[in-house]
């Protein structure tokens, strides 16, 4: 999970991205309030559960059992308010760790090193292209070999069926489903 949020947000800017400014106030407002909605909801999942449960008592439903902080059931409940109390409790936790630690420098973006590998603005460091270029330095010798060949040989064979399959599928399509029909009604009418 590091490496996948490494190689999005910590790779090196490109230069072509150099000239790009940030979105204006208004779409970073209705962001934010997107945002503050999905956590309220998210910490107090009773606040949208009122309105489900008219919904439910209109339409003939009998209401969920519930409160503010999530849903009660007789074999057991979830209370997001402790689950988010205890999750900030942790967050607190590490921020007084990480304040009271050592002393933290601040690493300029171009001195930037990850999987094996210096990163400069000239590697395209994201999630979509050349993943695993440190490990791949180490065990790309194996793969020159056998590991290579038996692969193309799978994806020949794969081909070679995909294409038997293919044409066996064009040829028998039409009336192979009509005969099916056909015995299958005989079969209901007798």
């Known amino acids: 999970?590091?490496?996948?949020?490494h190689n999005i947000f910590l790779g090196q800017l490109r230069k072509e991205h150099y000239t790009l400014k940030e979105v204006p106030w208004t779409m970073s407002l209705s962001m934010l309030i997107l945002a503050g909605i999905?956590?309220?909801?998210?910490?107090m999942p009773g606040l949208?559960?009122?309105l489900v449960d008219k919904a439910q008592i209109a339409l003939g439903y009998a209401p969920l059992a519930h409160h503010l902080g999530g849903v009660s059931w007789a074999n057991g409940s979830l209370n997001m308010l402790w689950v988010s109390g205890i999750f900030f409790y942790g967050v607190g936790i590490g921020a007084i760790i990480f304040f009271l630690g050592n002393k933290r420098f601040i690493t300029h973006q171009w001195d930037n090193y990850?999987?094996?590998?210096?990163?400069?603005s000239d590697v395209r460091y994201n999630f979509t292209h050349n993943f695993y270029p440190g490990t791949m330095r180490v065990i790309g010798p194996w793969f020159k070999g056998s590991i290579v060949k038996l692969e193309q040989g799978l994806i020949n064979l794969t081909e070679t069926l995909a294409g038997a399959f293919?044409?066996?599928?064009?040829?028998?399509y039409t009336p192979f489903y009509l005969l099916i029909v056909t015995v299958l009604a005989l079969a209901w009418m007798f």
């Not at 990850?114 to 400069?120: E, I, M, P, R, T």
């Not at 293919?166 to 028998?172: N, P």
């Open 1 to 5: 999970m590091y490496k996948l949020i």
């Open 114 to 120: 990850a999987g094996g590998h210096f990163l400069s």
């Open 48 to 50: 949208p559960l009122y």
């Open 166 to 172: 293919h044409s066996f599928y064009r040829l028998s």
């Open 38 to 43: 999905a956590f309220i909801t998210g910490v």
